[in-house]
Nanobody
Framework: QVQLVESGGGSVQAGGSLRLSCAASGRTLSSYIMGWFRQAPGKERECAAAISRSGVGIYYGDSVKGRFTISRDNAKNTVYLEMNSLSPEDTAVYYC??????????????????WGQGTQVTVSS
């Protein structure tokens, strides 16, 4: 199985940017579809973005579309989430996730088997 470790979280002012990284080990990342999810206190986990094995198929949640960019570098076994124009509503723990299944025209937590421990993103106004 693959192990996932997120990094790059922290505190940022509204309007700022952060770039999250998810490093994979144990397995080759190119074998997995990847997703970024986030969970704010008291709220359900929601999808921010997902990306196919090749990096061609990409999905964004409505709340982040136009502001976030997901990418992957399979040679580095890493997936990224570049977050721009951040607002306090983006404050959450961000998780990366992986699955060996098919690329989907959706992004649900239940579709992903392997998860990182998360990294905190806090956006202040």
């Amino acid at each position: 199985q693959v192990q996932l470790v997120e990094s790059g979280g922290g505190s940022v002012q509204a309007g700022g940017s952060l770039r999250l990284s998810c490093a994979a080990s144990g397995r080759t990342l190119s074998s997995y579809i990847m997703g970024w999810f986030r969970q704010a206190p008291g709220k359900e986990r929601e999808c921010a973005a997902a990306i196919s094995r090749s990096g061609v198929g990409i999905y964004y949640g409505d709340s982040v579309k136009g502001r976030f960019t997901i990418s992957r570098d399979n040679a580095k076994n890493t997936v990224y989430l570049e977050m721009n124009s951040l607002s306090p509503e983006d404050t959450a723990v961000y998780y990366c996730a992986a699955d060996t299944g098919l690329t989907r025209r959706r992004c649900y937590p239940s579709d992903y088997e392997y998860w990182g421990q998360g990294t905190q993103v806090t956006v202040s106004s």
